[in-house]
């Protein structure tokens, strides 16, 4: 079915608000008017959302920020939605591997949680990259997940 991403994207904010909240992390949704609608299972494409923000939250720590962001996909027929942190950002070394199995930085993860996020976005026809500015300037880290419109 053709959903609107932008109403997925603030249901999937709203469900972490109030963590967000507790830990002083301030979380801003830059949504794109007018974007075409993407044919996705609602429920999964929530379920990466709600990983990739999950994900900012644990690499902010507290009084971080979080940018959410919809856009047209440069040839207009994809949308994108951006989960950017102001965190430490990944080293190169993770970045390469960050969406494969059992690979994971936290003491406590399993490692699967991208890579479900990967095999998701992929059996929507789309793509998840990660891009990570060198942690010396403390850019953090931004997840992009792209649909196929209509």
Not at 4 to 14: A, L, Y
Request: include cysteine.
């Amino acid at each position: 079915t053709l959903q609107d991403v932008n109403e997925i994207t603030e249901s999937s904010v709203q469900m972490l608000q109030n963590e967000m909240r507790l830990r002083d992390i301030a979380c801003r949704l830059h949504l794109a008017p007018g974007l075409p609608r993407v044919s996705c299972d609602r429920n999964q494409v929530q379920q990466v959302l709600i990983n990739l923000i999950q994900n900012a939250i644990q690499a902010v720590e507290d009084r971080g920020e979080i940018v959410v962001t919809t856009t047209l996909g440069p040839d207009g027929r994809a949308v994108r939605i951006t989960v950017a942190d102001n965190g430490p950002g990944i080293p190169p070394d993770v970045l390469s591997h960050i969406f494969e199995p059992f690979f994971t930085t936290k003491p406590e993860g399993t490692g699967l949680g991208l890579s479900i996020c990967y095999g998701i976005v992929e059996r929507h026809h789309g793509q998840i990259w990660a891009e990570s500015p060198v942690p010396a300037n403390g850019a953090g880290a931004a997840f992009t997940m792209e649909l196929p419109a209509g």
